[in-house]
């Protein structure tokens, strides 16, 4: 019983009766469901303690607002394609709604709201003053023409730039929108508005952008995973490092854990995984990246370059195949299932970083926790994209750039804030440093969304 009468398990029946809620009203969208399944299971211990909370929940877990429109861009052939486009622009009591643009095939309105959703606690956790939301498009830019890349871009931005702004949504880069895609979304804004304004993050640094923001949230990641080993009074040095994906995310975190002495022993696409046993090295890495951003190629090019070193396996994710002390999934969601996880704890690891977003099964971070594995969650690990996303909006505010050294600490300072906003509320609470990390970011946007009256 609680000091207003309110009882343990009413609290939990009120959780439950949210999340019926929350499945009546949008039953197909699965991904989304996840990532609410996921917060909801965390909260019993804050609830118990500030049960008029709930009500905040079962605002939060609602966007403020969801744009749906049609894209049409003419393709070199003079055919007219049309796609789909999508903003979600999902809790604004901290700030202006921010959150990437991702360009999939497989983007759909569920898959936008798991990564709003996620972005609320994300940003609430760097300190800074960000909402949540997220956008993006089914367009595919593997295989178009630069120009046909450009003309998807400006039809897409002709309509978002009705929704966006810098003081009211600022959108940033994610899977398939890199420097290309946010150069051409940046000109057309420019051109509709008239105006020179940090309404897009992830800029080039020569027009607005910020030192190390392509690193950043691969940097970050490591970074976070450092603060991870001191609580465990462990060290990188000579830890076996298995990573997936080979894009934006996994190069810079590979780069950075290079720097600080681990042996990095495998990377991927979705053709496969390249397995390096004796760890890859600075000059693979620049191979590999010069094979992915420049002639946008295939991992399985670098196996057969580096046959002598390394193995290619198609089709497969690391998981199953390396023995590691350290896994971090930077891919895609639910990449990491129970029966990686399984493998992952027979192979010895210690230690799972989640680099993408949810890219770890409900059931894997059961078995993970189960076994002792010390789990860093995504909302918090790979928040440092974001960070200096908001610290390049600063920037563009005062019309000033900081130095790659300046905006390096200051990550650093970022990402070590979140590790112990997270690992003060795990152990104020008694539970996982995952439920820490949702607590942490809970609070904040929670107790701000009470200031503000029903919004």
């Not at 202006?96 to 994300?122: A, C, D, M, T, W």
């Not at 090019?301 to 023995?323: I, Q």
């Not at 650093?412 to 590790?419: A, S, V």
Request: with cysteine.
């Amino acid at each position: 019983m609680t000091d207003n009468g309110t009882t343990v398990e009413s609290v939990s029946d009120q959780l439950s009766a949210l999340w019926e809620r929350v499945k009546a009203r949008d039953p197909d969208q699965v991904e989304f469901l996840q990532a609410v399944e996921e917060v909801l299971s965390t909260m019993t211990p804050v609830l118990e303690k500030r049960p008029e909370l709930i009500s905040v929940l079962e605002r939060m877990v609602e966007p403020e607002r969801q744009i749906l429109f049609r894209v049409p861009w003419l393709d070199d052939q003079g055919k007219i394609q049309v796609n789909r486009g999508f903003r979600v622009q999902f809790n604004s009591a901290l700030g202006p709604y921010k959150g990437g643009l991702r360009l999939h095939p497989s983007v759909n309105l569920s898959i936008i709201k798991f990564l709003g959703f996620e972005q609320i606690l994300k940003n609430s956790l760097t300190t800074l003053p960000l909402g949540g939301g997220k956008g993006g498009s089914d367009f595919d830019p593997k295989g178009k023409s630069n120009n046909e890349v450009m003309r998807f871009c400006q039809s897409f931005m002709t309509e978002l730039a009705r929704h966006i702004g810098s003081d009211t949504d600022v959108p940033a880069g994610d899977i398939g929108v890199g420097g290309r895609e946010i150069g051409f979304l940046f000109g057309q804004y420019k051109r509709l508005r008239n105006e020179f304004t940090g309404v897009l993050t992830g800029k080039k640094f020569e027009w607005g952008g910020s030192n190390i923001r392509p690193e950043a949230t691969g940097y970050g990641v490591v970074y976070f995973l450092l603060e991870m080993l001191k609580t465990k009074q462990d060290s990188i040095e000579g830890k076996r490092v298995a990573v997936s994906g080979s894009g934006n995310v996994a190069q810079f975190t590979v780069e950075k854990l290079l720097e600080i002495g681990a042996k990095v022993i495998s990377i991927s696409d979705s053709s496969g995984t390249v397995i390096q046993k004796d760890g890859f090295t600075i000059e693979n890495l620049k191979h590999i990246m010069d094979l992915k951003n420049v002639k946008r190629g295939r991992i399985s090019e670098y196996a057969k370059a580096n046959s002598d070193v390394a193995e290619f396996l198609p089709g497969e994710k690391p998981w199953k195949n390396v023995e590691c002390d350290i896994a971090i999934p930077c891919a895609t969601q639910n990449e990491l299932t129970e029966e990686d996880a399984q493998a992952l704890v027979a192979s010895g690891c210690m230690y799972v970083v989640e680099a993408a977003n949810m890219p770890s099964t409900r059931e894997a971070i059961h078995h993970l926790h189960e076994n002792n594995v010390y789990f860093g969650p995504a909302k918090a690990a790979n928040a440092g994209g974001v960070g200096v996303s908001g610290l390049e909006m600063s920037q563009n505010s005062i019309r000033l750039q900081w130095t790659r050294a300046e905006v390096d600490e200051k990550l650093q300072g970022i990402m070590k804030n979140i590790y112990a906003a997270a690992y003060a509320a795990s152990e104020a609470y008694g539970t996982t440093l995952q439920a820490g990390a949702n607590i942490a970011g809970f609070l904040k946007v929670a107790n701000a969304m009470l200031d503000q009256g029903a919004v």
